[in-house]
Nanobody, 125 residues
Framework: QVQLLESGGGSVQAGGSLRLSCTAA????????MGWFRQAPGTEREGVAV????????AYHDSVKGRFTISQGDAKNTMYLQMNSLKPEDTALYYC??????????????????WGQGTQVTVSS
């Protein structure tokens, strides 16, 4: 079981920045796909960015390319999402996700077996 702990959400004005953090509390020592999904009210959940903690391979949703950066910490069980140039349409509940099944082939379209509780990001115009 992989327990995911998120932090870093909040409220900012358009153009501002936030940094989300996620830690696999179990301290799972193996490399895995980790990432962020988000869901705004009345919309479907969508993948934002994912990373393979064993090699740093990343994937991004087109809407965040050039603005968001996903990275891993020194430990394989930590991961960050730096969000710059935030827009009101980025407002959503952001979930940290993880899965051990895909090796280095992380994708936004995969199903992820482990989910955090979510952290709210609100961007005002």
């Amino acid at each position: 079981q992989v327990q995911l702990l998120e932090s870093g959400g909040g409220s900012v004005q358009a153009g501002g920045s936030l940094r989300l953090s996620c830690t696999a509390a179990s301290g799972y020592p193996f490399s895995m796909c980790m990432g962020w999904f988000r869901q705004a009210p009345g919309t479907e959940r969508e993948g934002v960015a994912v990373i393979y903690t064993g090699g740093g391979v990343t994937a991004y949703h087109d809407s965040v390319k050039g603005r968001f950066t996903i990275s891993q910490g020194d430990a394989k069980n930590t991961m960050y999402l730096q969000m710059n140039s935030l827009k009101p349409e980025d407002t959503a509940l952001y979930y940290c996700v993880a899965d051990l099944r895909y090796g280095g082939r992380c994708s936004l379209t995969h199903e992820y077996g482990y989910w955090g509780q979510g952290t709210q990001v609100t961007v005002s115009s």
